[in-house]
């Protein structure tokens, strides 16, 4: 357990090693719940799984969105708290969630079941890929309140003081789901529906391991049923210091909605296929980026509520550096050997294998300046600005993403679809330079900042 004279007084390579470490393991580990689905997919299924389950992730991202703004939410504000030195405070933010996680599962499951096909008939695919990606839609819908509880207790029990036990609990349910997709997919053909049913299942042992975590003696957020509400004030500042984080989840959900439409359109189901290997591909990087984000969040929002801004600066900086560090190696390796890594999902044919080798490497010149944004855009939710973060995650997709995936593809096809992601990536990435010049001189003292 880390303590709060630690987290003011420790040094901050120090404290970053301790809370990003687990933060990234935990992060690697439940995200690679879904690139063992993608892998066991695409070997025990083919290419039309791989489509399916491409169609159907944009609805799955939601619940992870939901799940990403109650526990960050949540989180940042406990930090604040006890950087303030308020424990009871924190006490009572901790009370709503699992009321709060209850309800929005609750109300997702009933919304995903019944507007599950409407949605699903939207897309131009084959009627197989529809019914693929409607099997695992149902799964997971149906076990939503699993899936949100290990995603918004992960951060709080990081906070608490546990980065070690988050970790370990992720470890255990990735483990789980590899022996149940090789069982429910590969022995007994269960194909998407075995796949998702293993998802749930791993999810739901994260999910009781953590929760009993705030129900026994170690924990410093101490919860009983008794102590159990459903605060409306509290409610919605959870919320509303969370829905950065939701935006940024939902902003995934959306690129991978729009992508479908546009593949789709200017391209075929292969071209799906090919994004979602794409997708698992680059997923390691993207959670290695979240995870440096996640882990960095208490440290700064802890020393940031004691008006310690000297190391919240120099935690920002690490962040930032140790994101482009693990971007370029990320660019190197796709440009290395693409074909091994498009192999491991067994693509069906050469014209997929040769479609997603080349948006691979269109999209990889992103990875250097991606996690630098999401850094950013953490810092501001980690200090309660949450129109700053807001501004980040949805200026990248509305501003630019999504007007490049309309303009691109008219005078490029296929390729204008892969080169919309790098080039609103380094424009939102100039707009968080700006921006952070003039954050770096207010933590300096070199500037006051506007009310």
Known sequence: MVSDE????????????????????????????????????????????????????????FIVAVGIMIGMGSASLVALE???????????????????????????????????RSLMG???ASDIVRSMALDYMDVIFMGSVFILLPLTLDPL????????????????AVLVNLVLDYIF???????????????????????????????????????????????????LRILKT???SFAMQLSVSLLFLAHNFALLHHGDEGAVSAYGIIGYSFAIFYMLFEGIAVGVQPIIGFNYGAGLYDRVCRTL???????????????????????????LFSPDTEEILGTTV????????????????????????????????????????FVFMLPLLLALPMFFGLHGVWFATPVADYLMFAVVMVMLYYELKVLRGEKCRLP
């Open 317 to 343: 900086k690490l962040a930032m550096a140790s994101c482009f560090a693990i971007g370029l190696v990320g660019v190197v390796i796709v440009y290395l050997v693409p074909e091994m890594l498009v192999g």
């Open 122 to 124: 939207m897309f131009e």
């Open 242 to 244: 969370g829905l950065p």
């Open 358 to 397: 080349t948006g691979m490497k269109i999209i990889a010149v992103s990875l250097l300046v991606q996690g630098i944004v999401v850094v950013n855009a953490t810092y501001y939710q980690s200090i309660d600005r949450v129109g700053y973060a807001l501004f980040i995650h949805l200026g990248k997709i």
């Open 6 to 61: 630690e987290m003011l007084s420790d040094g901050i390579w120090s404290l970053f090693r301790r809370f990003t470490f687990p933060a990234i393991a935990g992060i690697l580990v439940a995200g690679i719940q879904t690139i063992i689905d993608g892998f066991f997919i695409g070997n025990g299924v083919g290419s039309q799984g791989l489509a399916g389950v491409t169609l159907a992730f944009p609805f799955v991202m």
């Open 82 to 116: 006890l950087g303030g030195s308020h424990r009871d405070r924190a006490r009572g933010l901790m009370s709503n969630v699992f009321p709060l996680v209850l309800v929005a599962g609750v109300v997702i499951t009933i919304l995903g079941l019944v507007l599950g």
């Open 185 to 235: 997919v590969m022995r007994l053909d269960m194909q998407l529906f075995g796949a998702a049913l293993a998802t749930v299942i791993s999810f739901a042992l994260s999910a009781v391991i953590l929760s009993l975590h705030f129900f026994g003696s170690r924990t410093g957020l101490r919860l009983s049923p008794g102590t159990m509400s459903f605060r409306l004030r509290e409610v």
């Open 157 to 172: 029990v990081r906070n608490d003081g546990f980065p070690l036990l988050a970790m370990k609990t992720m470890v255990l």
